[in-house]
């Protein structure tokens, strides 16, 4: 920039990290949009999540299958798997063992439909390492 230089990211003395702000007031603030690209999963009977890999995953099915218990998780860390039916349709879904439904949503299944999505959101809890499933929209 005609030798001017521009301050994009800064760490301050507290360990407080900006990007887009010079001033950060927490451990991450950021100034503008943040994109995530979404991890695929492989299909399978069971499908494994490595959530140290983002916190966006999306699956096309081909056939009914479990979603396993997902590894490498950290306290807090909200996940969301975006699953598409393949052209056929009518695959169903399974929890791993570490999935826990509340009173609000006590399941989800998928849509149905050929092509149809469905998203689900969970939140991990590390004192009773359960993924708490708060959320389940279907039908896209």
Request: charged letters at 15%; glycine letters at 12%; one cysteine or more.
């Amino acid at each position: 920039n005609n030798g001017t230089v521009t301050e994009r990211m800064r760490i301050d003395n507290t360990g407080n990290v900006g990007i887009g702000t010079t001033s950060p007031a927490t451990k991450l603030e950021v100034k503008g949009a943040l994109l995530e690209q979404p991890a695929a999963l492989t299909d399978g009977v069971t499908v494994a999540t490595d959530a140290s890999l983002g916190n966006y995953f999306t699956l096309t099915t081909t056939q009914n299958f479990t979603l396993a218990n997902p590894t490498n998780p950290v306290n807090g860390q909200k996940v969301i798997w975006r699953i598409k039916q393949d052209a056929i349709g009518g695959r169903t879904i399974a929890y791993g063992t570490a999935f826990r439904f509340g009173t609000t949503i006590t399941g989800c299944a998928v849509s149905s439909g050929a092509n149809q999505v469905t998203y689900l959101g969970a939140i991990y809890d590390s004192t009773d390492v359960k993924w708490d499933i708060v959320a389940c929209s279907k039908g896209y």
